[in-house]
């Protein structure tokens, strides 16, 4: 069951990742931002 979740997870960050790779960045970006105002 753990390890189910646990391929189900990696296979869902790998595939957001690779979709959304520069579209995080800019989050990232703009979280990093927000959080020092």
């Known amino acids: 069951m753990l390890i189910k979740y646990f391929v189900c997870a990696c296979t869902y960050i ?4 690779a979709l959304n790779y520069d579209q995080l960045q800019v989050i990232g970006n703009w979280m990093k931002s927000r959080n020092r105002i």
Not at 14 to 17: A, E, H, L, S
């Open 14 to 17: 790998i595939f957001v990742v």
